[in-house]
Every structure is written in structure tokens, then in C-alpha cells.
């Protein structure tokens, strides 16, 4: 099956700071989303990005689904910022599953 | 608008029961997806539904088994509970059955004891 792979595993960062969250796929997908995970559990959807650019506040996603991989920005970090974040991709045709991936865990210090 | 929504939000069982997890899509959302989390890990795929016909499986026991009502909500059912159950249970809701940005409800949190 397709492998997602998230990096860093883990981010540590002072209020203010930028941050960059990396999703590599091992496979061609139809369809990528990114989700926030709050302490209660809670996937908040944050992005709907198969291939692109979007920007929504003070985070954007950029999508490259040629070179099989999604990247999450985030500026000018908040102590609310903090939790998991994941990625997730579905292979389409028939396959309609989210895959999700391996996740990063940001902890914003304030 | 309400969002996807399940009940209950946490459960305790004994190992050897069974449990009913319930799921409400989104108004107009046919599909309903249902995914186990285990603590530290990723969702993983159990069920996919649309138009109350099942469109995939993930790699689970014949123990899971799901169904879609009319009203497009969704049952996730689980026999001879076991104490690696124990998870996250989060159920997704799609307009269409691929292709289609997912939201997810709020979980139901299941320990087996």
C-alpha cells in the first residue's frame, strides 16, 4: 500500500516562529488533506490541497503532487497552534480511503 | 450547520462485549468513512459507506462490522471486544464517496477493560 511519511516527528518552537511540516507519498493520489488534531482528539480540517497552493490566515499548504509531496507553513506560531498534524491522501479509482501519515507533533512554548 | 457528529464521546466495556458507535454525517454528506486511532499512531481505515452500499474495508477482524441507514448515518459495531480496542474511534463524512474533502466528528474515546 502507499507509505506517508511526515517529518519532523516532533517540533518544539518559541510563539513567533515559523514553521515548515513536510508529507512525502510513495504513490500517485487523487486527493490531499491536511488535519490538525487537538488535545481532545478532534481532526480539524485545515486544507483540501491535491495539487497547488492555498493559504488561509497565517498558514498555507503547497501540494507538488509530481514530486510527491505537501508542505505545511505556519507563521507567526500561537500556544493554540500546538497538537498533531497530519497528512492524509487517497489514491482514488476505486480506492477512496484516507491514508494517513505518521504526523508531527508541534508544541508551541509561549 | 451541524458538523459530523457521534455518540457516545466515551465508553467503557468489558473484554468479551460488544459496543455500537453511532455517526451522523453532515447534511447532504452521503458517504460515511470509520477509522481506528490508537494512541501515538494515525487513523486507520475500517469502513467506507456511500449510498448505504459498503465501498471498502480496511484490514480489520470480521469482529468490525458497519452499516449505512437511510438517513445516510452509520453504525460501527464491535463483538468479543478485545483490550487492544481500545482507541479512538472517528467516523468521516464526504459529499461523494471518493474524491471529496473528509470531515471528521469530535470520536468516541473506547477503553476495554
Known amino acids: 500500500g502507499i507509505q506517508v511519511e511526515q517529518s519532523p516527528p516532533d517540533l518544539i518552537l518559541q510563539e513567533g516562529a515559523n514553521s515548515t511540516l513536510r508529507c512525502n507519498f510513495s504513490d500517485s493520489v487523487n486527493n490531499l488533506q491536511w488535519f490538525h488534531q487537538n488535545p481532545w482528539g478532534q481532526l480539524i480540517n485545515l486544507f483540501y490541497i491535491p495539487s497547488g497552493t492555498k493559504q488561509n490566515g497565517r498558514l498555507s499548504a503547497t501540494t507538488v503532487a509530481t514530486e510527491r509531496y505537501s508542505l505545511l507553513y505556519i507563521s507567526s506560531s500561537q500556544t493554540t497552534d500546538s497538537g498533531v498534524y497530519f497528512c492524509a491522501v487517497e489514491l482514488g479509482f476505486g480506492n477512496e480511503k484516507l491514508t494517513f501519515g505518521t504526523g508531527t507533533r508541534l508544541t508551541i512554548i509561549p | 450547520d451541524a458538523g459530523v457528529t457521534q455518540s457516545p464521546t466515551h465508553l467503557i466495556k468489558t473484554r468479551g462485549q460488544h459496543v455500537t458507535l453511532r455517526c451522523s454525517p453532515i447534511s447532504g454528506h452521503k458517504s460515511v468513512s470509520w477509522y481506528q486511532q490508537v494512541l501515538g499512531q494515525g487513523p486507520q481505515f475500517i469502513f467506507q459507506y456511500y449510498e448505504k452500499e459498503e465501498r471498502g474495508r480496511g484490514n480489520f477482524p470480521d469482529r468490525f462490522s458497519a452499516r449505512q441507514f437511510p438517513n445516510y448515518s452509520s453504525e460501527l459495531n464491535v463483538n468479543a471486544l478485545l483490550l487492544g480496542d481500545s482507541a479512538l474511534y472517528l467516523c468521516?463524512?464526504?459529499?461523494?464517496?471518493?474524491?471529496?474533502?473528509?470531515?471528521f466528528g469530535q470520536g468516541t474515546r473506547l477503553t476495554v477493560v
Open positions: 468521516a463524512s464526504s459529499l461523494v464517496g471518493g474524491s471529496a474533502e473528509a470531515f
